[in-house]
């Protein structure tokens, strides 16, 4: 009787992690299996339960191709959007080798088990460029849950310095902050928070928290210190920031050469405004921290970006401009 009870189950669960389109079971194939795990059953049998599951409301389908059988068309992810995730999860730096593959492991059990193993052989993950903290998740837990209750944390902040007879060198310092939100940008996790001693915020690398505690002391509202004044706007926020820069917000008129079209809309988005000012050129106008982030960016376009607007930040990249050419002068 237990087994009877077990069979739709058991076939289920063989078409679950077995099958796609390209990789049907038979019906002797699903009573082989099923004989396996001691449950012996006939074809007409195989047939009902298959019914069954169906009118539950799993896509089961019969097909004669590649060979005669049953697969299990519809999953809650596809196999696109699996290898998306993995791929995201892969490139991440601040999740460490370990839990890459862990997390990379479980995505995999979301496709069939042939599709699971096509992926496995395709991730790639560079250790090189993985963070080594492995208190990451318990991290992120742990500012979620302090975000949702407003209130401040403590953690120690890790970073690297100058090696010492060829060892690696770190400089730790004790932080008390207000958290506001968690930001992925950049390939990186940031905490966005305020530092009591300053009217600003900043943005702090969850990889190199260590030791993080959540304090029974409400945060520092966050309209004292940003332009949003009961949700933080992550997106909006996100737009502004240069290579995770903080700044103050300015709207910012570049002059642009024609061919730098896809990577203004590649940072600012598809509607950014694009005006024609002669057949070489075109002007944009957008809102930005202006920081040495910002002056960067700009400047890795050399000669084919000009700001306009404001005249603080032209002189800003004037400046970082000689001060490159006196190093390369000397």
């Not at 699996?82 to 492991?105: H, N, Q, Y």
């Not at 928070?193 to 300053?198: A, D, Q, R, S, V």
């Not at 909006?236 to 820069?245: E, I, L, R």
């Amino acid at each position: 009787m237990a087994s009877s009870k077990l069979k739709t189950l058991y076939i289920f669960k063989f078409l679950s992690d077995y099958t796609d389109e390209a990789n049907p079971l038979s019906t002797t194939e699903l009573i082989n299996m099923l004989e396996k795990v001691g449950i012996k059953t006939e074809r007409k049998s195989i047939y009902s339960d298959i019914k069954i599951l169906n009118e539950i409301g799993f896509d089961i389908v019969s097909t004669r191709s590649p060979k005669k059988g049953f697969f299990m068309a519809h999953r809650q992810f596809q196999l696109s959007e699996v290898r998306l995730l993995i791929d995201a999860v892969s490139s991440a730096g601040f999740i460490t080798p370990k839990k890459t593959r862990e997390l990379a492991e479980k995505l995999e059990s979301l496709v069939s088990k042939n599709q699971a193993q096509e992926l496995a052989s395709q991730v790639y993950i560079d250790a090189n460029t993985k963070c080594t903290n492995e208190e990451i998740y318990y991290v992120i837990d742990s500012l979620h849950e302090a975000i949702i209750h407003a209130n401040k944390v403590s953690f120690i902040y890790s970073k690297r310095d100058i090696d010492v007879e060829n060892k690696k060198s770190y400089t730790e310092k004790n932080f008390v902050v207000s958290p506001y939100a968690l930001l992925w940008k950049e390939d990186h996790y940031y905490l966005v928070c305020n530092n009591e001693k300053y009217d600003n915020v900043m943005n702090l690398r969850l990889d190199r928290m260590k030791h993080l505690q959540e304090l029974d002391e409400p945060v520092r509202p966050m309209s004292e210190v940003t332009e949003y004044k009961d949700v933080f706007d992550v997106s909006d926020y996100a737009s502004k920031m240069f290579n995770m820069f903080s700044g103050s917000s300015d709207k910012v008129k570049i002059l642009c050469d024609l061919d730098l079209r896809e990577q203004i809309m590649d940072r600012f988005g598809s509607n950014v405004p694009l005006i024609a000012v002669d057949s070489k050129h075109f002007e944009t106008t957008v809102e930005a921290a202006v920081s040495d982030g910002l002056v960067s960016w700009l400047m890795t376009f050399g000669n084919k970006i000009k700001v306009s607007e404001p005249q603080h930040l032209a002189e800003k990249i004037k400046e970082k401009a000689l001060s490159i050419a006196e190093v390369y002068n000397n």
